[in-house]
Nanobody, 120 residues
């Protein structure tokens, strides 16, 4: 199994910055990729950014528009999401996500979620 523990989140002003961190533990070999999703009230969960463990290419959602940066520390099994120029529409619960490398018929791994609120 894999456990994902998130840190960061909270209240930030319009145009401000915030960093979310996620640390994976357990059987890391089960992870194909790691990244972040978010879910705003009344909306579906959506991809923010993700990176495969054997890649240096980050896949960003279109709405990121260069404002967010996903970084990874393979030795520490962490992914950080640096968010700049935050807008009220970025308000959501942000979830760390790890896609499975094996047993693909089972659900992926998710963190507990952390609230990000951007005040206007």
């Amino acid at each position: 199994q894999v456990q994902l523990v998130e840190s960061g989140g909270g209240l930030v002003q319009f145009g401000g910055s915030m960093t979310l961190s996620c640390t994976a533990s357990g059987d890391i070999r089960m992870i194909y990729s790691m990244g972040w999703y978010r879910q705003a009230p009344g909306k579906e969960r959506e991809l923010v950014a993700t990176i495969a463990r054997d890649s240096t290419t980050v896949n960003y959602a279109d709405f990121v528009e260069g404002r967010f940066t996903l970084s990874r520390d393979i030795a520490k099994n962490t992914v950080d999401l640096q968010m700049n120029d935050l807008q009220p529409e970025d308000t959501a619960v942000y979830y760390c996500h790890a896609a499975r490398a094996q047993q693909l018929f089972l659900p992926d791994f998710w963190g507990q979620g952390t609230q990000v609120t951007v005040s206007s």
